[in-house]
């Protein structure tokens, strides 16, 4: 009997056992399986949470190689505190870091436990010192965050741009190509305890940050400092309100240099746009190209006809338009090269309004460029169909019109590359993290002036300074051609135009005979002579000699302008064999050059005992042909030095190596080093320096005198 109600004892705690381990397996089937998503979520929350690591940014290139944007840190504090007491000790903590009072503090930041506050983004070496004395293990804690840095400080600042607290463009090119520069941002996970609130944090990447894409400039960091020097002085010497300044190359459209100068203009503000691109001005007589070029390409008017000039003074009903010379009969040609405004009115009423309204369009007046820079403006033309013969002529001077310095440029680089319209661009290509190459700009010219049209005009601009308003450039080394321009500003106030206040230019390009570079220089009011053929005219001849002396004019091969090839072709080079582009070497170790460059079909020189590359000759980013010896400077070790091999260097390059090394020198002649001592790889001290030899050839300076003057104000008889 016992042995029987034993046996019942047993089954029913076994049935209990197997209920009760259903139940529980039930109960984690169903927490695991059906509620496990839920709850894995819950959990997560709990214990993580997520925050973006910003993505390394781009860097800029001239088009040299030189870096002109690169990215730097800075520390910033934020707070998490983890409960009450430590709101509170982040509170003391923080009047000793940033030297401020509590209740100051409290106001502003209002601490909240388990949330994340900005408390400062960007400490000074004081505040930092401060915190790492006495505010670690708090709830105090410290980031470092992406910024940018510009190794040219202000040198083409208007055109960069700049970037804010966050590390996005706000201006120039920061702006317009923010999202090819700012990459994809990765993720990171602030890990907590299984409460929640006692943590400390650590940052755990899941997704690693993708740096962006760096852009190759077409600017010639340079010639861009040239470009600003020399308008800088401009503006201080002929006592300007303001100036611009705008080069790019006729064959191509690639811009060179712009710059901006406006001493009244607050320094310490960012830069938000480059005027040469974003402002307009009304030209003068610079615009009497366009006229010229509608008279010549309809076949309308040739060089040798005659007009009356009406001895300075041509009414047209209740208005008149004047010269500051009383002409009488010139030429066409010779109407042109003394800016006459009365003939000029005359031809293009003749011509007719319609013709000269297209060709103003046609050579890129009234539309974008569309060169790169969002802050670009389009400039106003009005419609030719309300036109009066005055309103003719006036619009045929550059008077009652709105142009950019950038579409002023392009007109004349479109003569100066034989008539071909080549779209003005900023950007030469886009380098991935690797260094290759991922994207270049092609030129696509198109033909839109004849050749003959072209070698007239060629044959005016060339006799505006040698015989007309241009003859203050002269004398020049080489040949340069272009327009003056002396327009009265437009009084916005009482709807007429100012009697003693002028915008002076002068647009152009050279070398004459074969054009590689095409621009223009305004001046703002410059006093007290303010005619553009005696103050913007010689300044863009001492920018011309500038360039000169860097590219050496001498032996460029004349540009091809036959119909059926580009006219837009970049100088001849060696085509027999592959080109590749030299990639960034900086900062990278020998060996991992050589590799690299071995890669790459190209034969690698070292000069120096360091380890490291601190610069290559050619310059990163150049296209160099496959074979080519890379000479690859190392830095030094010690107060040891041998001496790099600078045969064939400009002077300009020389000294930036030998600054790299810490070298002195002395230099007899220009141009391009010939010789050296010591020689190249010969050990030598800091105590000793280099003896350099330059030379170059020369050309023959033109020296003549003469005087001239542009006509500026607002005026058919022909023989």
């Known amino acids: 009997m016992t042995t029987h109600y034993s046996k019942i004892r047993v089954g029913v705690v076994f049935l209990l056992f197997v209920m009760t381990f259903v139940l529980f397996f039930t109960r984690l089937l169903y927490v695991q399986v059906v509620m496990g998503e839920e709850l894995k979520q819950k959990a997560e929350h709990q214990f993580q949470e997520l925050i973006e690591l910003p993505a390394a940014r781009g860097e800029i290139y001239d088009v040299r190689g030189y870096k002109v944007a690169v990215n730097t840190n800075f520390t910033s504090l934020f707070a998490y505190p983890l409960g009450p007491d430590d709101v509170d000790r982040s509170y003391r903590e923080l009047t000793s870091i940033l030297g401020r009072n509590l209740r100051d503090l409290k106001r502003k930041y209002n601490l909240q436990p388990n949330r994340f506050r900005w408390i400062k983004r960007g400490l000074t070496p004081v505040e930092l010192e401060r915190f790492e004395k006495s505010a670690v293990g708090c709830g105090l804690f410290l980031r470092e965050e992406p910024t940018r840095c510009y190794p040219y400080g202000r040198v083409g600042q208007t055109l960069l741009g700049f970037v804010d607290i966050d590390n996005v463009g706000r201006s120039g090119v920061e702006m317009e190509m923010n999202d090819r520069l700012k990459g994809m941002p990765g993720r990171s996970m602030i890990q907590k305890d299984g409460k929640g609130v006692g943590y400390r944090i650590s940052e755990v990447p899941l997704k690693a940050p993708q740096s962006g894409v760096s852009i190759v400039l077409t ?167 309300r036109w009066t013969q005055f309103t003719t002529a006036t619009f045929a001077i550059g008077h009652g019109v709105s142009v950019t310095a950038l579409q002023m440029a392009q007109a004349f680089a479109i003569v100066a590359s034989g008539g071909y319209l080549n779209q003005p661009f900023l950007v030469k290509g886009y380098i991935n993290q690797d260094g290759a190459v991922v994207e270049r700009h092609e030129v696509h010219p198109v033909k839109i002036l004849d050749d003959a049209t072209v070698a007239t005009l060629k044959s005016f601009m060339e006799g505006v300074v040698e015989r007309g308003t241009g003859k203050p450039l002269k004398p020049t080394p080489f040949k340069i051609a272009g327009k003056t321009g002396t327009a009265q500003k437009p009084n916005f106030e009482t709807g007429g135009y100012y009697e003693n206040r002028f915008m002076g230019s002068f647009a152009g390009y050279f070398p004459a005979d074969s054009p590689v570079v095409a621009g223009i220089v305004v001046l703002d009011e410059a006093e007290p002579i303010h005619y553009g053929g005696y103050t913007a005219g010689p300044t863009f001849k001492e920018i011309a000699i500038k360039f000169a002396a860097i590219d050496n004019y001498q032996g460029i091969a004349v540009m091809n302008t036959d119909k059926d090839s580009a006219a837009s072709k970049e100088p001849a080079r060696d085509t027999a064999r592959p080109q590749v582009m030299l990639c960034d070497l900086t900062n990278v170790s020998r060996g991992e050059a050589d590799y690299t460059l071995a890669k790459l079909g190209l034969a690698a020189a070292f000069s120096g005992s360091g380890d490291r590359i601190i610069r290559t000759c050619p310059a990163p980013l150049t296209q160099v042909s496959e074979g080519d010896t890379v000479r690859c400077i190392l830095n030094a070790v010690g107060t040891e030095r041998f001496a790099p091999d600078l045969r064939g260097m400009t002077l300009r390059e020389a000294i930036a190596v030998l600054d790299r090394y810490g070298i002195s020198f002395t230099c007899d002649g220009a141009g391009r080093i010939v010789s050296q001592t010591p020689e190249a790889g010969t050990a030598m001290s800091l105590a000793e320096g280099m003896s350099l030899v330059c030379a170059r050839d020369k050309e023959s300076d033109h020296r003549t005198e003469g005087n001239g003057q542009d006509s500026a104000g607002v005026a058919p008889d022909r023989q």
């Not at 006592?239 to 064959?251: E, N, T, V």
């Not at 610079?286 to 010229?292: D, E, S």
């Not at 208005?319 to 009365?342: G, V």
Request: aromatic residues 10%; glycine residues 8%; positive net charge.
């Open 219 to 385: 600017i010639d960091w340079d010639k861009q400092q040239i470009v600003e020097k020399e308008l800088a002085l401009a503006v201080e010497k002929y006592k300007a309100k303001a100036g611009m300044a705008l080069f790019l190359d006729p064959r191509t459209g690639a811009i060179i240099a712009a710059a901006d100068c406006n001493p009244a203009a607050d320094s310490t503000r960012k830069p938000m746009k480059l005027e040469a691109v974003a402002g307009v001005f009304e030209p003068g007589s610079v615009f009497k190209l366009v006229t010229a070029a509608a008279a010549l390409e309809t076949g309308k008017v040739q060089p040798t006809d005659r007009y009356y000039g009406e001895g300075g003074t041509w009414y047209l009903g209740e208005h008149k338009l004047r010269d500051d010379h009383k002409f009488e009969w010139l030429t066409f040609r010779e109407s042109f090269e003394n800016s006459s405004n009365i003939i000029t009115g005359k031809v293009a009423y003749e011509v007719g309004p319609e013709r000269v309204f297209a060709m103003a369009k046609k050579l890129g007046f009234g539309r974008k460029t569309r060169c790169g820079l969002n802050s670009e403006a389009k400039g106003v033309l009005v419609a030719p169909n």
